[in-house]
């Protein structure tokens, strides 16, 4: 590997070069069974995400925005019903909400850029009709386990946590969907376990529950052409599941542990002072889906970014615009404006993600601290 070579966000062609002996056994073992589409490798998958994260029950779907549609309906989501959520995430967890049927109110962030749990209760306090959450855990890092379980037993919630980006982060001990009804992940192929394509999954603790999922995955078949409600078609194939069963849950241990010591390499030697580290939540265990840091003054962010772009280092925003000031939402009645999202915006105008991805070599790592450090302001 040259060391002028460009610094990605992900390195796919990498990881096919790491991984490629054990997809083309697992393409080749689909190939051999004649059985495509929600079979044995399903199962299995199933049984051992389910075994990782720590909940009994797991089911593959289509990907990460039909888990949380999937999960909100399995918990009984009504048209027109509130669902209280972030205003900085992907897209696809408002978007998730309204397919649903659901009508999203916003929360301010804390200045991590994660949903505030007190602002959330607050408007629960506020707005006594609310029954439905959907929390995310941003960036990989984890909301804290006992305030979320006292807002879900306070206000009797029914929740969908948002696990998207933090598969394997943990708060006080405890996995991240932990608390919720319902927790969602998708395998997009950047997040910390992808598939070569897309995918997703729900977890819970609830036997019923499990049972809807499956149900509503597949068309809302309860067996063979009988149907009790309306689903979707949003299955896991059974090649990807076979490949993250082979090449990548196996190592999602370690492609973790990779992450955490990339971020303790930035926190120890990232010393700039127009830049800042994100906070680490107490009693939390992240797992750096992403790192992202804050340009100080945001009329300099573009001068950082075109600094590392010249140092050949790869960087994006997350996110640079609010959900409810996307234009899909902007001349829609059917959500509710809560208040000015001050910590929220603040992080959609100061945030700049650093690459952090578990193929990164030591050298590219070092080339990154380098040019943050190197960095010189000009507007
Ligand atoms: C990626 C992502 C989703 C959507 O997942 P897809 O598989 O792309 O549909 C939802 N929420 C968050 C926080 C995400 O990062």
Known sequence: MLSNQTILLNDFCLQWQ??????LQAVERVGNSGWLILGQEVKHFEK???DYWGLPYAVGCGNGLDAIEIGLRCLGLRKGAKVLTTPLSAFATTLAIIRAGG???FADTDDNGLIDLAHCSRLLTENPDIRYFVPVHLYGQALAYSTLLQLKKTFNLCIVEDCAQAIGAQSEGKPVGSVGQIATTSFYPTKNLGA???????????????????????????EKY?????????????LQAAILNDAFLPNLKNFTQRRQEIADFYYKNICHANLSLPKIPAHALPVWHLFPVMVKNSQYRQSFEQHLEKAQIKTARHYPVLIPDQMALKNNDNQIQSALFIHAQYIADH?????????????????????????????
């Open 196 to 222: 070569m394509g897309d995918g997703g999954a729900l977890l819970m603790q609830d036997s019923q529950l499990y049972q809807t999922a499956l149900c509503l995955r597949d068309y809302g078949q309860s």
């Open 18 to 23: 790491y991984y490629k002996h054990a997809i």
């Open 226 to 238: 009988v149907h009790q409600v309306l689903g979707l078609n949003s299955r896991l194939d059974e």
């Open 103 to 105: 009508v999203p109110v």
């Open 351 to 379: 945030e700049v993600s650093l690459p952090i991805h578990a193929l990164m070599t030591p050298e590219q790592v070092s080339r990154v601290v380098k040019a943050c450090n190197d960095w010189v302001m000009n507007p």
């Open 48 to 50: 051992n995400l389910a």
